[in-house]
């Protein structure tokens, strides 16, 4: 697999994380208030629940060799895809 193979199979749950958070990002705003590191928590942990779990069970069920790579080796592909992904949506 490769970091471009991961950074499309993962992209199917960052849209879903971008648009609670900017969501949030909204009515944070018209609270005038801003986003909290507890917010930002529960937000991760309910894509974790929606959408990484399901998006790594169809990565390794779906793309050949994901499943027999070492866990360490998988991690660290997932890990870069996801920078790659936060980076892009802060613009950086």
Known sequence: MT???ATTDISA???????????LKAVRAEEDATITE???ALL???????AIRPA?????????GAAAMP????SALVGE???EIVMEALGA
């Open 81 to 83: 895809a996801l920078t």
């Open 44 to 50: 991760l942990d309910e894509v974790r629940e929606t």
């Open 71 to 74: 866990p360490e080796e998988l």
């Open 3 to 5: 970091t471009e193979q």
């Open 13 to 23: 749950f960052a849209g879903p994380l971008l648009e609670k958070f900017l969501e």
């Open 56 to 64: 790594m069970a169809d990565i390794l069920r779906t793309v050949p």
């Open 38 to 40: 507890a917010d930002v």
